[in-house]
């Protein structure tokens, strides 16, 4: 059984940053590929990034202006999600998940183990 828990959210103002965590308790990250996703009220939950077991190979989103930045400490078993320049419509429940799927799929339904999401407000 894997958990995992998100933290670092909370409410900022626009332009500004902030660092979310996910961190795993039970089986270990270590091998396996991890994303995050986002899901805004009303709307689907999409995929932000992902990043590979080793952390040699990450993939983001287009459509966010390589505003987010995903690594990983293996050592701690910790998956982090950096995030530049917030704006407004980056207002979500963000949450990290893991696959088993090589490829940092973007498909939620590909991903196994989901955490309970931490809230990032952006205020204008």
């Known amino acids: 059984q894997v958990q995992l828990v998100e933290s670092g959210g909370g409410l900022v103002q626009a332009g500004g940053s902030l660092r979310l965590s996910c961190t795993a308790s039970g089986r270990t990250l270590r091998s396996y590929e991890v994303g995050w996703f986002r899901q805004a009220p009303g709307k689907e939950r999409e995929f932000v990034a992902g990043?590979?077991?080793?952390?040699?190979?990450?993939l983001d989103a287009d459509s966010l202006e390589r505003r987010f930045s995903i690594s990983r400490d293996n050592a701690k078993t910790t998956v982090y999600l950096q995030i530049f320049g917030l704006k407004p419509e980056d207002t979500a429940v963000y949450y990290c998940?893991?696959?088993?799927?090589?490829?940092?799929?973007?498909?939620?339904?590909?991903?196994?183990?989901w955490g309970q999401g931490t809230q990032v407000t952006v205020s204008s």
């Open positions: 998940a893991r696959t088993v799927v090589a490829g940092n799929p973007v498909w939620p339904l590909l991903y196994d183990y």
């Open positions: 990043i590979s077991g080793s952390g040699d190979r990450t």
